[in-house]
Nanobody, 126 residues
Framework: QVQLVESGGDLVQAGDSLMLSCVGS????????MGWFRQVPGKDQEFVSY????????YYADSVKGRFTISRDNAKNTVYLQMNNLNPEDTAVYYC???????????????????WGQGTRVTVSS
């Protein structure tokens, strides 16, 4: 099972950009479908984005489409989330998650993922 560590969270202002990174170790990262989720206190985890093992397929939540871009570099065992034009509603703890088998029909479900990082906090001030 791959271990995941996120980084890049910060306190930024509305309209700013931020890039999150998630590094995998201890397994076949290049075979994992990878997702980003976010969570605010008192709410369920929210799907943000997904990228297939090859990078050929990507999906986004409607709330971030056109502002966020997911990518990966399998040579570096890393998946990225470029976040542009941030707004206060993007404030959350962001988690990366991965699994060797992610059904395309269920990429938005946290239960599809077997490995999770510890999270990185993003705070967007107005």
């Amino acid at each position: 099972q791959v271990q995941l560590v996120e980084s890049g969270g910060d306190l930024v202002q509305a309209g700013d950009s931020l890039m999150l990174s998630c590094v995998g170790s201890g397994g076949a990262f290049s075979t994992y479908g990878m997702g980003w989720f976010r969570q605010v206190p008192g709410k369920d985890q929210e799907f943000v984005s997904y990228i297939s093992w090859s990078g050929a397929n990507t999906y986004y939540a409607d709330s971030v489409k056109g502002r966020f871009t997911i990518s990966r570099d399998n040579a570096k065992n890393t998946v990225y989330l470029q976040m542009n034009n941030l707004n206060p509603e993007d404030t959350a703890v962001y988690y990366c998650a991965g699994s060797p088998e992610v059904s395309i029909s269920y990429v938005r479900s946290p239960r599809q993922y077997e490995s999770w990082g510890q999270g990185t906090r993003v705070t967007v001030s107005s």
